[in-house]
């Protein structure tokens, strides 16, 4: 059979869209024959062709969107090897292009090579129909972790092959993440590879092309803006000595109990005396310039300092940070405006900017987006279960540095409505799911279904979708909460089970079963509810213990399992998704072992075997290093042991 893709102009995403469909189309089928033609416009003499791009004529067959080059629509009509796959803009065409070989049983389980299943079978008809659009505009993924340029190109790949749309590079020079990679300094079986700035930002061009060639919405830097006009470090958390600081530099820092200096050392961490206006104008000015420097940014994140109960409390500064933080806002507008830039500026709702002006308000809504970041939510609610009217409780009242971020879902809400009250014309939520809270679940499955349900409820919140701050590797054990994620921010409508045994019969073949009951069995047993609270109350020790010993159990006997099925499985992809599985049951039964003999012995006992723990996986970061992020999930254990075995006088239980 033979296929001519008829390619709509010269836009890298279409163009990309027409290669990775001539590509897959010969790897499902060698003997299909695959040809790309050029077109300025559509041809209606042209026939027996697929079209690949946009054109008003195609065009017609769209759902209607808000933005067109925003907001993301796919049509694909494809019959008897004839039709065309179209979207929105360049980045919906490759969105259209990825789901029509995913209709053709393409899938991509995890970022990389090893996530890919591409089936293989003789091509004898090509029909394909689909007409959808996303539910949300913002579905995006923000760097974190210790992460090699691989790991996040094979992350920006995984994007629109997943129907998400955007990406986030932190900092100016997102140097933080990429020096914890190279250096592996936790890691004593790697070799340090040490990167220099200069390295940094060769690695940010080369991921600024990846995302430009997708036309992906670019986000980047948030924080570094109460450091970088300073001339200190804004690309990490890195601690500066005071003797650094000089004395016109000191005189912008924000005054904290009596002294103006960094706070905790961490200029990262330092907000600045706001309420001077030449310190706003140093401030928006070097915003400004930045974007009028960097173009292909769609998104600026100006953030002020990270942390909180860390303002300004010298006479001057008076007002609520909000209040400047507004003020700012509009500053920098205005001279966006002047300067004929486009940028949105997204602003940062959270820690101490939880808190709404009093007095200040947006000039130019449609300027700005608002970003929520509750990042001290509590994961055992799910925003699906907050009546967003009734359970929307007040605000606690703003007090200068002596602040309680919030827990309860309820008043995260309750800042979040008193924002919106502002008008920004845009809006997404920025959540951690995948940044900590995952590796509180062995088996993934509440993590997987919590992000269903919330990235389900955006809407209910007036927010039009997610950028998600996350572990470049988060894929231990699966992909699954990944993939939920996307599904729910794309569609939403299909039942959870459906996307859940959908996942796990691409990620393990026929027998996903096992796998899934593994699982399952994990999350249940080593209950993440239970792990998340603080302080944990609803288990007695005994019932831990034996909940601990029975996971270990059922890992011991699950793992030679996955290795038997990892031997016998024919696709390299699935043969990988076992062999994940079968290091994770080694894993489970170490951190079983180590919580139970915290249980019985006391923490000191346990210590031995909680840095086994971490060496075995430092150890196997060479070969798994795509699925995990060892630091992370080391510190993680620390926490499930000791929310599992809390020391006796903390234990909150009442035995009987
Ligand atoms: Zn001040």
């Given amino acids: ?106 899938a991509w389980i995890r970022p990389g090579d090893d996530g890919e299943l591409v089936p293989s079978y003789p091509i004898r008809a090509l029909n394909v129909a689909v007409r959808e659009k996303a539910r949300v505009r913002h579905r995006a993924v923000c760097i974190e972790g210790a992460c090699s340029l691989q790991h996040v190109r094979d992350m920006i790949h995984w994007l629109p092959r997943a129907a998400m749309n955007g990406y986030f590079i932190q900092f100016s020079r997102p140097f933080y993440f990429f020096d914890r990679w190279y250096r592996h300094e936790s890691n004593p079986y790697l070799e340090a590879q040490p990167v220099t700035r200069e390295d940094v930002d060769a690695i940010t061009a080369a991921l600024t092309e990846e995302i430009s060639q997708r036309d992906l919405l670019f986000h980047q830097v948030g924080h570094g803006w109460t450091c970088a006009p300073l001339g200190f470090p804004a690309d990490g958390w890195q601690e500066l000595p005071d003797e650094a600081i000089g004395e016109q530099a000191r005189r912008a820092l924000a005054e904290v109990g009596g002294r103006r200096g960094f706070f905790g050392n961490i200029p990262l961490n330092t907000n600045l005396c706001t309420s001077s206006k030449d310190v706003r104008e140093l401030v ?96 055992n609610r799910s925003y699906a279960d907050m009546d967003p009217a009734a359970e929307t409780c007040g605000i606690p009242p703003y007090r200068r540095n002596r602040n309680e971020q919030p827990k309860e879902l309820g008043t995260c809400l309750a800042f979040l409505r008193a924002w919106q009250k502002l008008g920004a014309k845009d809006s997404f939520l920025f959540d951690y799911h995948l940044m900590w809270d995952h590796l509180k679940d062995p088996g993934y499955e509440d993590s997987a ?20 701050c996350q572990l470049t590797r988060c894929s231990f054990p699966t992909g699954l909460p990944m993939r939920a994620m996307a599904e729910a921010l794309w569609d939403g409508t299909k039942p959870y089970e459906d996307v859940r045994r959908r996942y796990y019969q691409e990620a393990f073949g026929s027998s996903w079963e096992t796998a899934a009951g593994y699982l399952s069995r994990m999350t249940e047993l080593l209950d993440p509810r239970y792990t998340r609270m603080e302080p944990p109350a609803p288990y007695p020790e005994a019932e831990r213990l034996a909940r601990v010993r029975e996971a270990g159990a059922a890992a011991a006997a699950f793992g030679p399992e996955a290795q038997l099925l990892a031997k016998t499985e024919s696709d390299s992809t699935r043969r990988r998704s076992w062999e994940i599985l079968a290091l994770h049951a080694k894993y489970i039964v170490g951190l079983a072992s180590c919580t139970e003999t915290r249980i019985l012995e006391g923490p000191a006992a346990a210590e031995g075997k909680i840095s086994a723990l971490t060496d075995f996986l430092m150890q196997n970061e060479v070969t798994f290093q795509s699925v995990y992020d060892p630091d992370q999930v080391c510190a993680r254990i620390c926490e499930i042991v000791s929310a599992w075995a809390p020391d006796k006088d903390l234990s909150q239980e009442g035995e009987t």
């Fill in 1 to 106: 059979m033979q296929v001519v893709l008829a390619r709509i102009g010269v836009e890298p995403a279409v163009r990309l869209a027409a290669d990775e469909l001539s590509q897959y189309l010969q790897r499902i089928d060698p003997d299909l024959s695959v040809e790309i033609r050029v077109y300025s416009a559509f041809d209606r003499t042209a026939t027996r062709v697929i079209w690949v791009g946009r054109c008003p004529e195609l065009g017609q067959n769209l759902p209607e969107v808000s933005d067109p080059e925003l907001d993301d629509a796919i049509c694909i009509r494809v019959e008897d090897g004839a039709g065309f796959i179209t979207g929105t803009n360049p980045r919906a065409v490759l969105i259209s292009a990825y789901r029509f070989l995913r209709e053709l049983g393409c």
């Fill in 284 to 379: 928006t000015g070097t915003i400004a310039d930045w974007c009028a420097a960097h173009p292909a940014v769609r998104f600026l994140h100006f953030w002020l300092a990270d942390g909180f109960n860390n303002t300004c409390e010298c006479p001057a500064c008076i007002e609520r940070p909000s209040d400047y933080y507004v003020q700012m806002l509009n500053e920098l507008d205005e001279k966006l405006s002047a300067r004929g830039l486009p940028t949105r500026i997204v602003f940062l709702v959270y820690c101490d900017l939880l808190w709404p002006p009093c007095s200040q308000t947006l000039k130019n809504p449609d300027r700005f987006v608002l970003m929520f970041a509750p990042i001290s939510r509590d994961y």
């Fill in 449 to 468: 279904l919590l992000l269903y349900r919330d990235m389900n409820s955006l809407d209910r919140l007036d927010l039009n979708g997610m950028v998600s």
